[in-house]
């Protein structure tokens, strides 16, 4: 839906589509990314980068500073994501036990641990750059899928 080629543009439009969709009020998809990252073999096995890997997935939209908006989804469903030849995968179960915006989800402590580690300023600062690059990759995104393949051949 994020990504999709025709983001609705009104709020009664996205609605809509979320409902047809069945995606619950307050659902983020950095939490659920965040949720598959932590299942992730390749995160870095120092805990101060693992925790500002997994910050930055959760924050790249604003959130988790350090609360996650809330979210009910009494059934939500299993995902699996292949990434690099391997699978993540979380199942409905895992979902339900413990969501992003529950207090014992670890998201406020490890916000509260990087802004000591890196001061309010220097912790938003990455949160910046990694923003400005998330908006820079979704801008090259859309304009590839709004120019013709035969000019993207060089010729």
Not at 51 to 56: A, G
């Amino acid at each position: 839906m994020a990504k999709g080629e025709r983001i609705p543009q009104t709020p009664f439009a996205r609605r809509r589509l979320r409902n047809q969709i069945d995606l619950p009020d307050g659902f983020r998809h950095e939490f659920l990314s965040l949720a598959l990252a932590e299942r992730c073999a390749a995160l870095p096995s120092d805990d101060e980068r693992r925790d500002l890997v997994l910050h930055l997935i959760a924050a790249h939209h604003g959130h988790a500073r350090p609360f996650a908006p809330v979210c009910i989804d009494d059934a939500p469903p299993g995902v699996e994501v292949a990434l690099d030849g391997s699978s993540l995968r979380i199942t409905a179960a895992e979902r339900r036990q413990t969501p992003a915006h529950r207090l014992d989800s670890g998201v406020a402590e490890r916000f509260w641990r990087l802004t000591r580690r890196y001061n309010w300023w220097g912790l938003a600062y990455l949160e910046a750059i990694l923003r400005l690059a998330d908006w820079r990759a979704s801008a090259r995104e859309t304009k590839a899928a709004q120019t013709p393949s035969a000019a993207k051949e060089p010729a």
